[in-house]
């Protein structure tokens, strides 16, 4: 329920905005205002207190800024459910603009469903024995700093990069610091301050946050459940002038989406029209192991193609390739060293000898079985509710039911002590759309009994009204 709660107008310096804000966060911080509690609609505080209404929207921005409370188109604002902890990380307009929704520090105590990381099969025994060889046949190069590409991890990267009978040109792959970090060098590499790049309405936004960081502008495509319109991109580079745009080919992030195949034709051909460079992340992609030509396959003049092994080997391990257009490998070096601050060789050459010993595929195999399994688990727990999964991808995207909003869902899971991302994680941009879904990942624990008691918390949830829940106030 609503909490009836009033500021003092008299207290404090400064405009009235700030002054407002600083009284919710006392009120916050008393627990005058408890987790959870929806403060007033906006044109009610504005009329109760004598001021406008966009002197309220101010206030509240900045109380969203803090980190203090969340709003929802049609929901409302509610306080955070960890606003009143004192060590709840930082709340300044920064860290909310480029961390999105989840918690920077995760609440201890919690079952981890906002994670797609390898599953944990035994790899550290292996990883642990090749960084052992490594030190020992190494040892100069592990004390000292990393100056050039050894051909080896340009082999492992043609190789976990190749598609079918089809694989990139290994002097053009530049190993990296995971794809994320690779793409963040692309990015640096074609476009410049200002400069627009292209993400759907739904997609790993962690992608735009660098970008935005970065100096670089979103420009947003719209998407049906087979991933970019191809008139709706056209019709983006033919109003915005984007420079690049950022695809998940195949197991898009969030959707589950699929190019078809002639889809990516056309936007291949929009993308030469407009001389937009493609950056085809295919993380989730190469796990799908579908048989539809990537986008490098078809143009590789003109798209970037990153893979690594945190979602199918190991997280931790974090190594990355990206195969580059011919004549933009060394750009791409050099704004991955200033973006990055280069490459640690123990890194490059753990990934490459993973790869080349075969390591890599046995765990990704020994990986993709026991998601498969879990994904079995979630087919049968959430039968007659609408959700979209893979039985290779380690998470799925549910549609909430009536009349659950996904951050009202996404707090009743949380004080059910289950982690799940709401969909704003995943909105690279300020967008009017409302899809009613969350994102939950099943890949977190060794044992697979910890997946599946955490997924019946949240089928449980499905089946209760938010006012059943502690989640409202």
Same mark, same amino acid.
């Given at each position: 329920?609503?909490?009836?709660?009033?500021?003092?107008?008299?207290?404090?310096?400064?405009?009235?905005?700030?002054?407002?804000?600083?009284?919710?966060?006392?009120?916050?911080?008393?627990?005058?205002?408890?987790?959870?509690?929806?403060?007033?609609?906006?044109?009610?505080?504005?009329?109760?207190?004598?001021?406008?209404?966009?002197?309220?929207?101010?206030?509240?921005?900045?109380?969203?800024?803090?980190?203090?409370?969340?709003?929802?188109?049609?929901?409302?604002?509610?306080?955070?459910?960890?606003?009143?902890?004192?060590?709840?990380?930082?709340?300044?307009?920064?860290?909310?603009?480029?961390?999105?929704?989840?918690?920077?520090?995760?609440?201890?105590?919690?079952?981890?469903?906002?994670?797609?990381?390898?599953?944990?099969?035994?790899?550290?025994?292996?990883?642990?024995?090749?960084?052992?060889?490594?030190?020992?046949?190494?040892?100069?190069?592990?004390?000292?700093?990393?100056?050039?590409?050894?051909?080896?991890?340009?082999?492992?990267?043609?190789?976990?990069?190749?598609?079918?009978?089809?694989?990139?040109?290994?002097?053009?792959?530049?190993?990296?610091?995971?794809?994320?970090?690779?793409?963040?060098?692309?990015?640096?590499?074609?476009?410049?301050?200002?400069?627009?790049?292209?993400?759907?309405?739904?997609?790993?936004?962690?992608?735009?946050?660098?970008?935005?960081?970065?100096?670089?502008?979103?420009?947003?495509?719209?998407?049906?459940?087979?991933?970019?319109?191809?008139?709706?991109?056209?019709?983006?580079?033919?109003?915005?002038?984007?420079?690049?745009?950022?695809?998940?080919?195949?197991?898009?992030?969030?959707?589950?989406?699929?190019?078809?195949?002639?889809?990516?034709?056309?936007?291949?051909?929009?993308?030469?029209?407009?001389?937009?460079?493609?950056?085809?992340?295919?993380?989730?992609?190469? /796990? %799908?192991?579908?048989?539809? *030509?990537? &986008?490098?396959?078809?143009?590789?003049? =003109?798209?970037? !193609?990153?893979?690594?092994? #945190?979602?199918?080997?190991?997280?931790?391990?974090?190594?990355?390739?990206?195969?580059?257009?011919?004549?933009?490998?060394?750009?791409?070096?050099?704004?991955?060293? /200033? %973006?990055?601050?280069?490459? *640690?060789? &123990?890194?490059?050459?753990?990934?490459? =000898?993973?790869? !080349?010993?075969?390591?890599? #595929?046995?765990?990704?195999?020994?990986?993709?079985?026991?998601?498969?399994?879990?994904?079995?688990?979630?087919?049968?727990?959430?039968?007659?509710?609408?959700?979209?999964?893979?039985?290779?991808?380690?998470?799925?995207?549910?549609?909430?039911?009536?009349?659950?909003?996904?951050?009202?869902?996404?707090?009743?899971?949380?004080?059910?002590?289950?982690?799940?991302?709401?969909?704003?994680?995943?909105?690279?941009?300020?967008?009017?759309?409302?899809?009613?879904?969350?994102?939950?990942?099943?890949?977190?624990?060794?044992?697979?009994?910890?997946?599946?008691?955490?997924?019946?918390?949240?089928?449980?949830?499905?089946?209760?009204?938010?006012?059943?829940?502690?989640?409202?106030?």
């Amino acid at each position: 329920m609503m909490t009836h709660w009033l500021p003092t107008l008299t207290n404090g310096h400064g405009p009235l905005y700030i002054r407002i804000a600083d009284e919710a966060e006392n009120a916050i911080k008393s627990g005058q205002l408890p987790q959870g509690a929806k403060l007033p609609p906006q044109r009610d505080l504005a009329y109760d207190i004598g001021v406008t209404i966009g002197t309220i929207s101010r206030a509240y921005a900045l109380l969203r800024e803090r980190g203090l409370v969340t709003g929802e188109v049609g929901r409302g604002t509610y306080v955070q459910a960890d606003a009143t902890v004192s060590n709840a990380g930082p709340r300044d307009a920064a860290a909310l603009t480029y961390g999105g929704t989840r918690s920077l520090i995760p609440p201890p105590g919690k079952l981890r469903f906002d994670t797609t990381a390898a599953v944990d099969i035994g790899q550290a025994e292996i990883v642990g024995r090749i960084m052992m060889d490594i030190a020992t046949a190494h040892p100069g190069e592990i004390s000292s700093y990393t100056r050039t590409v050894s051909p080896d991890w340009q082999e492992a990267g043609r190789q976990w990069l190749s598609h079918g009978g089809w694989s990139p040109d290994a002097e053009q792959i530049l190993p990296q610091l995971g794809v994320h970090a690779g793409i963040n060098a692309v990015i640096a590499a074609v476009t410049g301050t200002g400069d627009r790049v292209v993400c759907e309405h739904l997609t790993y936004s962690q992608v735009s946050r660098s970008a935005t960081l970065m100096g670089r502008q979103i420009a947003l495509v719209d998407s049906d459940a087979d991933g970019i319109l191809p008139e709706d991109f056209e019709r983006v580079c033919a109003r915005e002038h984007p420079k690049a745009a950022f695809i998940m080919s195949s197991g898009q992030n969030p959707t589950l989406a699929c190019l078809p195949l002639s889809r990516r034709k056309d936007l291949i051909e929009i993308a030469r029209t407009y001389n937009v460079w493609l950056i085809e992340d295919y993380l989730y992609g190469g /796990m %799908v192991g579908d048989d539809i *030509p990537l &986008l490098a396959e078809l143009a590789p003049d =003109r798209t970037f !193609l990153l893979n690594g092994l #945190s979602k199918s080997v190991a997280a931790g391990v974090r190594g990355g390739w990206v195969a580059c257009p011919p004549h933009m490998s060394n750009r791409v070096r050099v704004t991955q060293k /200033m %973006v990055s601050g280069g490459l *640690p060789f &123990l890194l490059a050459e753990l990934s490459a =000898r993973l790869v !080349l010993s075969g390591a890599a #595929s046995e765990i990704r195999g020994k990986v993709l079985a026991e998601i498969t399994a879990r994904e079995a688990i979630v087919r049968a727990l959430f039968a007659g509710h609408e959700f979209r999964s893979h039985p290779r991808l380690p998470f799925f995207w549910l549609k909430l039911p009536e009349p659950w909003l996904s951050g009202t869902f996404k707090q009743a899971a949380l004080d059910a002590d289950v982690l799940i991302d709401d969909e704003d994680e995943f909105k690279p941009a300020r967008s009017p759309r409302v899809y009613h879904h969350v994102r939950v990942g099943f890949s977190e624990g060794r044992e697979r009994q910890h997946s599946s008691d955490g997924l019946a918390v949240v089928r449980r949830l499905l089946d209760q009204s938010p006012l059943g829940t502690s989640a409202i106030m």
